[in-house]
């Protein structure tokens, strides 16, 4: 029997967790960044995909090996701060915006549907759909 394979967001889960201590639920995902040709990558193109979590606890208790330094940010005084990386000041940009006009404009969610396999399943993220054009398939097109 193969092992299961986690998904993105039990993998984001677990990873914070290991790195922070801090237990989290996951939300989205947020965005993905792609770059290929990444000097650190061995001459394979470097993924790096961010989700949303919820903090279920907020205590933290990092792990020395892996963070140098881990601690709760203000969201609006990250988005304002110029000691970021461009990526990062994107991220908290697009969770600010998240905050103040709602998550369904910037959240990915994730689906589940069967694959073309038999047994098998995929997971589809994507922006939601209204309830109108999830029912496309069911009632006739006006």
């Not at 000097?39 to 990092?62: E, N």
């Not at 881990?70 to 970021?84: A, M």
Request: net charge negative.
């Amino acid at each position: 029997m193969c092992p299961r394979e986690n998904t993105l967001g039990e993998t984001a889960v677990r990873e914070v967790f290991e790195e922070t201590g801090v237990k989290t639920e996951f939300k989205s995902l947020l965005s993905i960044r792609q770059q290929h040709n990444h000097p650190g990558a061995f001459g394979k193109s470097d993924m790096y995909i961010v989700c949303r979590l919820t903090p279920v606890t907020f205590d933290i208790d990092f792990c020395q090996e892996e963070c140098v330094r881990c601690e709760w940010v203000d969201l609006e005084e990250l988005v304002r701060s110029r000691s970021t990386t461009l990526i990062t000041n994107r991220v908290a940009r697009l969770l600010f915006y998240g905050y103040r006009e709602g998550f369904e404009k910037i959240d990915l969610t994730v689906r589940e549907f069967p694959a073309v396999y038999t047994g098998l399943l995929y997971k589809l993220y994507h922006k939601e759909l209204p309830e109108t054009y999830e029912r496309l398939k069911q009632e006739p097109l006006k």
